[in-house]
């Protein structure tokens, strides 16, 4: 048969696809992954998560705006009354002398987080008064200036004024990592419960197994009873039996019911997939990442960065003040505003000044304390992470061997369970057969429910071993959110 290779490289891809969808089998938390993200983002620990946030992020648009222009607009009247007796104004008579100005002024002002802060104004004034015997005189001033203002010691560092917005940036980021961890936490609050529930599903249909085998076994009894095989007293145990195991049926029927309620009452009624049954941990161990590279320890690092920076503006604080101050502007005046603006284009008339102002704190001890205080204050933070790492590290290592020791025990219970339904099969036969009594298959029988109710128990043991050391390595598969 001839093959062309079109044909050829088709089969090897359909192959090749159906190997390994065959070899990479779906993760047992795959279908509650698919149904958590509805009961996730209704969970009132995720709303307050999600809320902060948003609370986080308006902080850093208030901090933002402190480094925004800022316009200003000044508006004033000024009412003097003066007595003078000057000759020129008054022909040596006493006489009263009355001043009103009106001022207004606008600008916009630029803080810089160097510590500078430009400023461009326009300013007018109007002024009327009765000086020189005249009834009313009136002038006009106007004046547009540049100044500029720069913190040569305290303040002056980009890093400590910048400190309050950087701060609000990283409580940003470490709310969203929280967030994370909220939903990673409340998801595996979720599975607990899951598991939990079919555990009770498992061991509810165990005990109905069980009872189907004593009624079986109740049966034959009564068989064997009529045939004069066995005494009455034997068929008394095994109706006992039967008894025992209805009341033990019973009660895990209870327990199943209170286990979805509980579920219900925890996440509403959601549709939730089927419990895993007879599923086993996987046989290897999540990626465990450095601890640097987990939530908590990005949490972590941030409170120390946080610290540093609150350490450096205790620093800048205690610095004296150093003020320079530049300015320049022009001016006219007249007797009317238009005229007085006109005259503000005469690059003869204008005014510069500079200034240095000084400023120290007498007996500083208060800055002093803050800045040894907020030293400590990050050693402290810094020997917390090394804490926490070395706790992360534990909890790590107990989890790891939790889970290994888990998954062994299942292999063990498995072994136990084979080895056991091998002996309770030979029994039965030798029952048909005449060589065994019904009392040894009864008991290999018990033998047997035992070896697979403690197989359903390591297995769920192991699912939740699985869960407590994918929550501490972020390992933990998460649905999808809107956030």
């Known amino acids: 048969m001839n093959i062309t290779a079109p044909a050829l490289c088709v089969f090897l891809c359909i192959t090749t696809l159906a190997w390994s969808s065959a070899a990479e089998p779906e993760h047992w938390l795959t279908p509650l ?42 508006g004033s009247h000024n009412r003097r009354v003066e007595s003078s007796n000057d000759a020129t104004e008054t022909g040596n008579q006493q006489r009263t002398i009355r001043v009103n100005e009106v001022r207004s002024e606008v600008g916009i002002a630029q803080p810089l987080a160097t510590g500078t ?85 498992a061991a509810h249909d165990h005990a109905e197994e069980t009872l189907a085998s004593a009624s079986s076994t109740l049966e034959l009894a009564q068989a064997r009873h009529h045939a004069g095989l066995v005494g009455r007293s034997e068929l008394l145990a095994r109706e006992r039996d039967v008894v025992e195991q209805q009341a033990q049926l019973g009660r895990l029927q209870r327990a199943m019911r209170s286990e979805r309620e509980q579920l219900r009452m925890s996440w509403g009624d959601v549709a939730l997939p089927p419990p895993p049954q007879d599923v086993d941990s996987d046989d290897t161990l999540p990626d465990i990442p450095a601890f640097a590279e987990t ?73 002093r304390a803050e800045r040894q205080r907020s030293r400590i204050a990050l050693r402290q933070q810094r020997l917390a992470y090394q804490a926490s790492e070395r706790e992360w590290h534990l909890s790590v290592d107990r989890a790891v061997r939790t889970l290994l020791d888990a998954r062994s025990d299942v292999h063990e219970r498995a072994r136990i369970r084979q080895a056991v339904g091998e002996e309770r099969d030979l029994i039965a036969a030798e029952l048909s057969e005449g060589t065994a009594s019904i009392r040894e298959l009864i008991d290999a029988e018990q033998r047997l429910r035992s070896a697979e109710q403690a197989l359903i128990n390591a297995r769920y043991s192991a699912l939740e071993s699985e869960l407590i050391l994918r929550e501490l390595t972020d390992t933990m598969p998460l649905p999808e959110i809107d956030l």
Request: aromatic share 6%; glycine share 8%.
């Open 33 to 74: 992954v698919e149904a958590a993200a509805s009961p996730l983002t209704h969970r009132s620990e995720v709303n307050q998560a999600q809320l902060e946030v948003r609370r986080s992020r308006l902080a850093i648009d208030r901090e933002q705006a402190a480094w925004r222009p800022r316009f200003f607009a000044d």
């Open 117 to 201: 802060n430009v400023q461009i104004s326009a300013l007018s004034s109007r002024e009327t008064n009765n000086r020189a015997n005249a009834l009313n005189q009136e002038s006009w001033v106007s004046r547009v200036r540049l100044t500029i203002n720069q913190e040569l010691l305290r303040g002056r560092n980009r890093d400590a004024n910048l400190a309050p917005l950087n701060d609000a940036r990283e409580q940003w980021e470490g709310d969203q990592e929280r967030l994370q961890q909220e939903i990673a936490l409340s998801f595996r609050h979720l599975a607990e419960q899951w598991i939990a529930y079919g555990r009770s599903v």
């Open 295 to 367: 939530i908590r320890g990005q949490l972590a690092a941030r409170e120390i960065a946080a610290q540093q920076r609150a350490s450096h503006r205790a620093d800048q604080a205690g610095m004296d003040s150093l003020t320079l101050s530049l300015g320049a502007g022009l001016s006219g005046r007249d007797g009317d505003g238009e005229g007085s603006w006109q005259q503000v284009n005469d690059a003869d008339t204008y005014d510069v000044s500079v200034g240095l102002r000084y400023e120290h704190i007498i007996g500083g001890s208060r800055e």
